[in-house]
């Protein structure tokens, strides 16, 4: 079975999965965003004055995951089972060297977990769960921090499907 979103004239088509077998797939998706230390207490405070940030985020997250379909071209529509959105907040931590990023920066991690049953598997929706959340705390921070950096947005694993098992080596 081949699989190419080209059909024989060249153009751009959803790939046929009519005959792939139906497994459980799992996928698991990651990003930072550092932030200021202001901005790290309020956000870990819950006192930022748009509201709770990491509510919203996570809302936001899982409905980016439900929305994927819309979002990228050609990716299919699936009947998802499971949307995790999880945070963890990182206290100082150095900055990557730039030319605008020269000090301590403090970091949210986002995690964004997605499991169905289905004949196509589920990276593209941990992909875009990760990046509307991580969007979405710059935004309800944008008033306290512009300068916050999104980063290191990357598929930690998948399972499931003829490829099957993906886990990336942590450097």
């Known amino acids: 079975m081949e699989f190419s979103h080209f059909d024989p004239d060249g153009n751009a088509v959803m790939v046929d999965v009519t005959g792939k077998a139906e497994t459980i797939r799992e996928a698991c998706a990651q990003g930072d965003i550092g932030v200021s230390r202001e901005c790290f207490e309020k956000i870990r405070q819950g006192s930022m004055e748009k509201g709770d940030v990491l509510s919203v985020a996570r809302i936001a997250g899982i409905m980016g995951v439900k929305r994927t379909s819309d979002l990228i071209p050609l990716c299919h529509v699936l009947n998802l089972t499971k949307v995790a959105i999880d945070f963890e907040l990182m206290g100082e931590m150095e900055a990557l060297e730039t030319e605008t990023q020269e000090e301590k920066k403090h970091w949210v991690r986002v995690r964004c977990t997605v499991r169905c049953a289905g004949k196509t598997g589920v990276e593209m929706e941990a992909l875009t769960g990760t990046s509307v959340a991580l969007l979405t705390i710059y935004d309800m921070c944008k008033a306290v921090d512009k300068s916050m950096e999104i980063t290191g ?19």
């Open 153 to 171: 947005i990357c598929l930690l694993s998948k399972t499931g499907g003829k490829s099957g098992e993906y886990r990336r080596e942590l450097r």
